[in-house]
């Protein structure tokens, strides 16, 4: 059910006065609901109470009908005011006292409705469009002279996520993210939570680092990308180059995975695989040519998985479809995260954070990383469902898709 | 094969006066075998080239007549002098000028004979009983007024142990310890090793911090002591009391192993675990009364498999079989580390180094942990055969128990 | 000024019959005080409202006369019951069901009386005396046969710390540890706390780890020593060896710190050290012959700064003044942390970790380490005023002894 | 002294029949000079031994001159063969076989002249212009139709740069990164080795991570830039936003960097940043303004101090001086890395490894990080000359600036 919010706040002798029980008795007469947010209560008789309070109604209409009846009872109801805009003057440029986001869901108020703002990211601007009743948000970058953007505090609501009161691994693990814990038990809570966001229709992203191949587990994603448990992949470079060099040659960097060892003349499948792919043309020209038979890249032509593989300095090559343009490819990565329901962070900093910051609270995230200040920087971005698992992502994967594949056919 | 060895050294125009070449073929001509240590060649024919060489022969009658041939032909032979010995002035003091040991497997010149140096360690102390001809290696506290210490350098040979040259996990991996590899097949390597160690009749001593039973991998460490892949066991308090807790209770230190999730009151269970033991009077008498029916000290007890926990500062409790004097449990450790093939430290710096303080360079040593950090600090210690995997301890485990598992049915 | 508390509840329509009013009148109109801990509003008319409300008195005679009032307002008074008490069945074992102990303020009621729990620590049990009518903490170790336990969960008061409201380097941090901190200003505030906590007549424990004298920082521990900063040094064997073989020869375990380079035979340096003082018989007996002359060690001595050396299994020694068994250290260290104001935690974990296991949450706590991880595991404690700083021990003592002798020279 | 080699072998009875002794004096007593590189003496008069040595003259003529003299004696002198090459058959395509370079120091034979690759780095091919005696390193995006590739490994001649002898710190200490290290100590040599470098007429190019801001350094990072000691920046976008947020607003990313505080509203202050050079146009505009009169960036642009700021998918913004395009982005920082006597990176991992990839082997270089294994990732790489040191760099750059003032008021 759609919900529409107002907060409110009454001030005074609200509890000797019988105010608050009024208020609330109003509200739930109305068929409204409210959570409080707030209460302070006065010490001695001539002090003040207060009470913050958040009136739900399942339309616009209803929330408007309670409002003016709480209105009447003293409720000063702030923010019923429109947002403020001004225009930008130039492209790339905001107005000075432009409000900047979080990550939260977040609303305005415009000429008395409520407009959830599309789209939402931490450290954007929000652009409304009036007349169609609109409200997005935007990276500076994005703006165009003219555009009008929110600026001050004023008709803003932001709603963090609640944490969910039943359980979920999102919420069960103290806060600090540790490496004694059971992981074999809660990577089978991670399957569980990927196999229901699948079944609710959202999409899983995974974002990989090339330690997934190193570490030996690139069969292991391969296959859950033809499973259909990855909706897009999120990379850089080396995901792929590594990949392929070890589809093609058998070694990731050099280093022969089914021994560990570094092989001699070895270093050179590095740029051997990179200039496979470009005598092909393509990655996905090396599938149609037959030439890479299997692997991670392979499955996602294969399957049709999206896939955005994002430049970054340290790239050899980088390969064709690596968009080398960061702006770009951060684009190309907001737009695939639209109805995201999960996303899974594999052992990389760089395109996790990236993702991150692209991300709006609500959704789940699961990160794994061996270094335990890695999983910090993180999750530790006001989401409201994340996970934090300190393990080798090899034997973490390995062990996923065990899970994933007994799910699976418990089921059917 | 038992072998007898000498370094001696040659110097002057040794390559132009063939006399490197004769040296070289009167060792061969005599039976024995030699090892070129060093060589330098001198620049111009007035400069003096020469050599270090390492002659080995089966018995110590073929060494001897060996370096009286080669003394005719101008070798030096160091270090044929005796050790010097002086008294220790009092118990537990050292005369000045004490020979400080290494790890690596030492003998000691005494009136013309070489004699290995018994139960060697780092940094510790010779003591000599010249009459039995013998030699141990002692630490200072076990040092008794009147004892015969080696002092300087002379008469004694070190023999760094040589890296095989043929492939194992010991030697094949970079120096450098890195989260990056392909530690489930890695694992595979160590199962073997582990597995000929045991063939070759020499014991496996396992070293294993808390996290083993934080991670939910003490049913796996159970395992491996019941099916006899663990011939001793190291620990702390902290081991026993949450392995015990989580057979009694269900949880370790409070969390609930098989969510992840702490429970409400669960914090008492640790307290609670440690009391059983207390009224029982022993963990042994524990198992005896059916009380603790499984788990890893359940397996040490009903096997006969001995354990060594040493208290730390650290401890609640302890428990009664904890050896709560430092200098005892460091004794009775090394009491147990003799006929030792292979350590294998599991997530335990304090444990970890304390082992690897009294160990000889030759003995295999395999290092898991999440922190690459107290890898490093573990393996670098001029271990000829140590790997160091960087994962979490408790997917190793289970891991590795399923590649034991597999080697076992496929060998019978 | 001392605080009597007790926590009392309200339920039903307290709200519209305005009790909750009267009752918060009453304690103010009898000169007492009160905190809102918790409070819940029904939905409608005939849900019921609940408060829960920590009264607060000057006295214990104030306290019960408001307590009586109360109870005729029809507040819930929870608790007023005593404990339930069972003798130790035998020495070092306790009744089960006993109360396990937090690290909190803690306070039971016996007969009426609100008693605090004397020597507070976590994971301990309570012993109560009737007849003088006191509590303490005890270890399992420390219970005799006989002793009173308090057992169940009635009459006891848990008080965690309040988190102060001003501004301190205990509360302004986001929780999470992080090594991107400005570490060079908060060190100020450091000092400025070490310096309070001095000037409140409480104490300064400092517990360091060898890693101050590896990183150069032994004469600005030594400093610190002398200028009266340090009330009580918690160390092991190897800060105290290292110490003194960087005192006597320039290297600690051989290294030259002054280049940081390894010196030629400068690993005996570390065995000589420890023979020099077995020779002395005691650090002490060395600084009276005048052989050492300076260092940490040295400056506990001359200013009779008492010191605790827990013996660990990894000592090399240990040296006299060591004490190997891990019970009697923890004794020795429970002794000296009364009255400790501040702790200061210096790269050590284990050392760490046993002195947060032996102190009351009340004690402000400053954890400096190279790893976030360690930092996380030693705060994260319950600790209400405790500040982790990610930083290089050595760099960090030279700034903070700096900062120290700043303060001091600017108030005389 | 410029210096022409070629390593030639000798085999056979090459000790017995005086070979060996000869080669050696014909070497000298042309003038020319040698080193051993590898020596094996046969065990049995019937077996070969073996010698490789690297001959060494002062032009290339008297280095022919030798090797005829050397070839008459028996001498292999192997590689005298030129490189073989084959024309690129696309842009961005190799051909086949191609040789991948490594990051030493790295010559070809072409027809019978050394001649050296120019602006050599890790993973790249040799391109030569046959007409004009050139090679080039190149990376695969800048080949061209019909570019010379060399092919195979024939007529190549790495030249790994030999570890000094001498006293440095880039070899003084053990090869493992420890965080147990006099670090105060090691600053000072580091200030020298800067010193020397610029002395010498090399570059200095600092690469710095935000941290360097958030730990509060951002002064000492501008005090060496205006005083010269560095003459390139290589940073990412956010260390310039969070240095100009930090210079026009006093935190960094919301946080009070005198405090450490977290600042109310102090997030906004981020994008405010941004947008204050979105207005001028451009940093540099910003500072002509006269809006920015502080920090890293300010100095870089009065001293007229180059800078590369590489783009990466985590920007917000980014900032219009900001090369969004890796691959430009690695082409302006190779540019800048010519002459480059010393690379010093701070707390960055993704623009350090960048740098590394791109640089020669004998470029001296500096990492300092709070993360261990940051480093191992960062100094592995083959360089001969590389330091790490394990500390936070807020403190690291407040103790270097300290030690380079000294130094330049001690010389002048």
């Known amino acids: ?74 409720a000063n109801i702030p923010q019923v005011a429109s947002v403020d805009l001004k225009p930008a003057p130039k492209d790339c440029v905001l107005p000075d006292d432009f409000y900047s986001t979080t990550n939260h869901r977040t609303f305005i108020y415009l000429n008395g409705e409520l407009i959830e703002v599309e789209n939402i990211k931490m450290d954007g601007v929000i652009v409304v469009d009036p007349k169609r009743k609109k409200a997005y948000c935007r990276t500076i970058r994005e703006i165009k002279k003219g555009d009008l953007v929110v600026v001050g505090n004023r008709g803003i609501l932001v709603k963090p996520e609640e944490r969910p009161r039943h359980y979920t691994i999102f919420n069960f693990m103290e806060s600090n993210v540790s490496s004694e814990r059971p992981n074999y038990n809660i990577i089978r809570y991670v399957a569980e939570e990927i196999y229901n966001v699948k079944r609710n229709g959202k999409k899983i992203v995974v974002v990989a680092g090339p330690a997934v191949v190193h570490t030996g587990a690139s069969e292991d994603l391969a296959t859950m990308i033809r499973e259909g448990f990855v909706d897009v992949l999120f990379a850089g470079n080396a995901l792929a180059v590594h990949d392929i060099e070890y589809q093609l040659f058998g070694t990731s960097l050099g280093m022969d995975l089914k021994t560990g060892r570094t092989t001699r003349f070895g270093h050179r499948n590095h740029l051997r695989a990179i200039n496979e792919v470009m005598k092909a043309g393509s990655i996905e020209n090396l599938v149609k040519s037959g030439k890479l038979k299997s692997g991670i890249m392979y499955e996602c032509i294969k399957n049709k998985t999206p896939f955005v593989l994002a430049g970054s300095i340290r790239d050899d090559g980088p390969l064709p479809e690596v968009i080398t343009d960061v702006v770009e490819a951060q684009k190309e990565m907001r737009k695939h995260l639209k109805n995201c329901g999960l996303v899974l962070i594999l052992a990389t900093m760089l395109h996790g954070i990236a993702t991150g910051n692209l991300l709006p609270s609500y959704v789940k ?32 994967l390995k062990a996923l898709v065990k899970e994933l594949k007994l799910l699976t056919s418990s089921i059917h």
């Not at 061996?370 to 973490?396: E, Y």
Request: aromatic share 4%; net charge negative.
């Open 1 to 74: 059910m759609e919900e529409y919010v107002q907060e409110i706040e009454l001030e005074g002798h609200i509890i000797d006065s019988l105010i608050l029980p009024k208020v609330l008795d109003t509200i739930m007469d109305l068929g409204g609901d409210f959570e409080i947010l707030d209460i302070k209560v006065g010490k001695r008789k001539t002090d003040t109470s207060y009470a913050r309070i958040l009136v739900k109604a399942s339309s616009k209409e209803l929330l408007q009908h309670i409002l003016q009846e709480l209105h009447k009872l003293g």
């Open 365 to 396: 995230t699961v990160c794994v990383d061996i270094n335990p200040a890695v999983i910090t920087k993180l999750i530790d971005r006001g989401t409201a469902h994340a996970v934090g698992i300190v393990s080798d992502v090899g034997l973490f």
